[in-house]
């Protein structure tokens, strides 16, 4: 049987007709489901995430345009437990931050639902993170605190600290030094911790006290809550490090032949003796050396020294003889003077906080006790005679006496 054009046409209508009656029962019947008016949806929350804690997560999210939410819930143990706060608008775009306690270690599923003033609910939202507790506790107590390679103590009164390297995973964050300063204070501070070469420097280190640390783990790279272990402490410090004073020292200039001017060393005129050089030579092993005579003119009140803060303690300030020559006048002493202004005149080395001569050129070695915080200029003052005069010293050491 054969259909025109306008048979086919009739039929069409016919069915659209009858889909449309269809959709309209079904909308009715929806309507009657919802008491006669339509459902609304409040807005949900945007980027949603978990961040893990110890026994407890905070999950946040940003909530923007809808201004009739009034409140939400999060359900989480398969509904069987649930929290509900009100949430109060601002502005265009809000953030929920909800801390969520007493949970179990392990992983977790939060379901959350916003709600307007009539009581519309929103469609649910789901989002997974993990709790953290006993288990990774356990864990981070066996891995212990950060090992340590070196500790020195600096000659402007700071303690540094150089630590092992450790990797990504291992989720360190930082390190929590507790150390008393110089003025016996209690001091309390975290260092952020590198992965690779860190070196730390804690400032104003009192030297009678020991320093206590303990590392703070983070299981994820963002969480609320930081995990550690017990205290390790900083064995007292042996020695004020002094800046290029043990064999071979480096120079700063040269002649390019033998003498040369010590680096890091304030030396004056009087010490650059050898046609504007001197204090150590460029040989292969390069020592602090002075010498005067043999065609070099005299040393008249010379002064190498380099400014130190010293908190209270008591320090020695010892010299390890190379060689030692006299023929006429060799007067070289060790010396600490007060301030930053160099070392007193030859003429009168009591004005000096301390000061020991260098007797025959055995090793020397000279005891003071500084009670409290100072700047010290610290170094050697000579006179030497144009005779055949020599010092040589393979270091310069402060040592701090426990």
Not at 288 to 308: D, L, M, R, T
């Amino acid at each position: 049987m054969k259909l025109n054009n306008v048979s086919i046409r009739m039929g069409l209508w016919a069915l659209l007709l009858a889909g449309v009656a269809a959709s309209c029962k079904k909308m009715d019947d929806y309507k009657k489901f919802a008491d006669g008016g339509e459902i609304t949806y409040p807005a949900t929350f945007d980027s949603l995430k978990v961040i893990p804690g110890n026994g407890r997560v905070m999950i946040t999210g940003l909530l923007r345009g809808d201004p009739n939410v009034t409140k939400y819930r999060v359900y989480w143990n398969s509904g069987s437990d649930s929290l509900e706060n009100n949430f109060v608008r601002k502005d265009g775009t809000d953030t929920l931050k909800q801390i969520i306690d007493h949970l179990p270690e392990g992983p977790m599923t939060f379901t959350l639902r916003t709600y307007d003033s009539r009581g519309n609910r929103s469609i649910p939202m789901v989002v997974t993170g993990n709790v953290y507790g006993a288990n990774y506790q356990a864990s981070v107590t066996e891995r212990g605190n950060r090992a340590i390679l070196g500790t020195s103590f600096l000659a402007d009164g700071a303690a540094q600290i150089t630590w092992a390297d450790v990797d990504a995973y291992v989720g360190v964050l930082g390190m929590r030094i507790r150390y008393y300063d110089a003025y016996d204070q209690l001091r309390d501070t975290i260092i952020v911790s590198d992965l690779k070469n860190q070196v730390s420097t804690v400032p104003g280190v009192s030297i009678l006290k020991p320093i206590a640390y303990n590392t703070l783990y983070l299981p994820e790279p963002a969480g609320i809550d930081t995990f550690t272990v017990a205290a390790n402490t900083l064995s007292l410090f042996t020695e004020v490090k002094l800046l290029n004073s043990i064999k071979p020292v480096a120079n700063s200039s040269n002649d390019g032949s033998r003498w040369a001017t010590l680096r890091d060393w304030i030396s004056n005129d009087a010490v650059k003796n050898h046609n504007g050089y001197g204090g150590t030579d460029i040989s292969g092993d390069a020592k602090i050396y002075f010498e005067a005579g043999w065609g070099a003119p005299g040393i008249s009140n010379g002064k190498v020294y380099q400014v130190v803060n010293l908190p209270p303690g008591k320090y020695n300030f010892e010299g390890s003889i190379d060689w030692y020559h006299e023929s006429s006048k060799n007067d070289v002493y060790l010396m600490a003077a007060p301030g930053t202004n160099g070392l007193p005149d030859v003429s009168n080395p009591g004005a000096a906080f301390a000061y020991k001569k260098v007797d025959n050129g055995s090793n020397v070695k000279m005891e003071f006790t500084v009670t409290q915080p100072t700047t010290f200029s610290l170094g050697l003052l000579l006179d030497m005679s144009n005779s055949g005069e020599a010092m040589r010293f393979n270091s310069l050491r402060l040592y701090i006496v426990p």
